[in-house]
């Protein structure tokens, strides 16, 4: 079988203003091509499905579009919940998803698929549709099993088994440690206690099938403590058992590991000004057990930021990135209220951040003469193009003030 390996697609976030929603539709678009091309049986999306926990209603309308499109010909779309997932939420459409062989994963607990209900080609939703029902068998290829911990996926007698552990938060430890009728060893510290639940949900792999585990989490090499407000966890949290590990949350495709092999693929449209522009997705044979190099994705904008001194320059650059977004770091002379009106209305236009004057130049100087106020008057009108109100401005001179007084104590 093949499988994709992509994650954090953050449907519904934005850059600054900026809706991404049609770049994220176009991604979707592009995976599934990819999938039709490279003829892809199933498609795992690490977690960050969404970007918030309730997301916008024009994000779901995107989710659930682009899973039917993933879904197409028959393949089988796994959806896994981050940390930016609401679990529920994500999974509130599962009884319509599991018609159509896509599995909303936000619980360890996947029993209620093997119950018969999913064990076999699934009826279409209408049973008196007879083309569909026809139609609907023809294109479904894959048997989908339950098991606790994951699912078993299989295709002329081939079985793959995918474990699959949503973020791991403290709270979801809990849950599903309750919901087991556990109780939760609170003196385990918590890289413990996932590095258990991993292995746990791991508990039905066989021997001579290909075993793969799923899960988002923040894994690090490094000192470095945490990302997107996740804690770090070392790499000797991951059971040894997987044969390929598909990791979701750090948006660089990284390998985490090499043994268990653990591969983040990273998100597909570049999302933060210091994130990198080269996205991919991984394929994986489990036939062939090969992992194919990273597949480069070619949709979403680029995001580029850059300096500019002066109102020509913060044109000139905008001119020429102009199919980008672009974030411009200014340190120049006080941009007046027209001139950052016209820079705002760009088409590349993203965000103007104004940095402490870099070079020398007579304004600096001639700034030196200038009283607090008028000081306050030029930043203010360099950053939103008008003048402050008399209050604030007070406020800003009585600060200063305040300062210089406490320089001298
Ligand atoms: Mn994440």
């Not at 529920?88 to 936000?106: E, F, H, N, S």
């Not at 064990?119 to 007879?130: I, K, N, T, Y």
């Not at 102009?322 to 016209?342: F, N, Q």
Request: glycine share 8%.
């Amino acid at each position: 079988m093949k499988i994709l390996h992509t994650a954090d697609l953050h449907l519904g976030k934005r850059l600054g203003k900026a809706s991404r929603l049609d770049e994220q539709c176009e991604v979707v678009k592009e995976l599934a091509a990819l999938a039709d091309a490279e003829d892809v049986d199933a498609i795992l999306i690490a977690g960050d499905v969404f970007d918030a926990t309730v997301p916008p209603s024009d994000a779901e309308r995107v989710f659930y579009r682009g899973l039917l499109t993933l879904a197409e010909r028959g393949r089988t779309v796994i959806a896994l919940a981050g940390n930016h997932d609401d679990e529920k939420r994500m999974c509130a459409a599962k009884p319509l998803a599991d018609l159509q062989g896509i599995v909303l994963a936000g619980e360890v607990d996947y029993t209620a698929l093997g119950d018969g209900a999913l064990d076999g080609p699934l009826p279409p939703a209408s049973l008196l549709d007879v083309a569909a029902a026809a139609d609907y068998l023809k294109k479904q290829r894959l048997k989908i099993i339950g098991n606790d911990g994951g699912i078993t996926i299989e295709k002329d007698g081939e079985r793959v088994n995918i474990a699959l552990v949503p973020y791991p938060s403290e709270a979801r430890l809990s849950r599903w440690a309750e919901k087991r009728g556990e109780s939760v060893d609170y003196s385990l510290d918590y890289a413990e206690r996932v590095k258990r639940e991993l292995a746990r949900a791991c508990g039905f792999f066989r021997d001579g099938e290909y075993n793969m585990l799923c899960t988002h989490l923040f894994l690090t090499k490094s000192d470095a403590d945490s990302l997107g407000g996740l804690v770090a966890l070392p790499v000797s949290v991951l059971p040894e058992t997987p044969d390929y590990i598909a990791l979701g949350h750090v948006h660089k495709r990284y390998t985490a590991c090499k043994k268990p092999l653990a591969v983040y693929s990273g998100s597909p449209l570049q999302y933060a000004y210091d994130e990198s522009r080269n996205k991919s997705v991984t394929i994986i044979d489990t036939k062939s057990r090969r992992i194919s190099d990273p597949i480069v994705l070619k949709s979403g904008k680029k995001l580029t930021e850059t300096e500019a001194f002066g109102f020509d320059e913060c044109m000139k650059k905008l001119d020429a990135n102009k199919s980008d977004y672009v974030r411009i770091r200014y340190g120049g002379e006080p941009l007046g209220k027209a001139e950052t009106a016209e820079i705002k209305s760009h088409p590349a236009f993203n965000d103007l951040v104004v940095t402490a004057v870099r070079r020398e130049n007579a304004a600096t100087v001639r700034r030196a003469n200038l009283s607090d106020g008028e000081i306050f008057d030029l930043y203010y009108d360099g950053r939103y193009g008008a003048k402050p109100s008399a209050e604030l401005k007070a406020a800003f001179v009585s600060l200063m003030e305040e300062l210089k007084g406490n320089e001298t104590d």
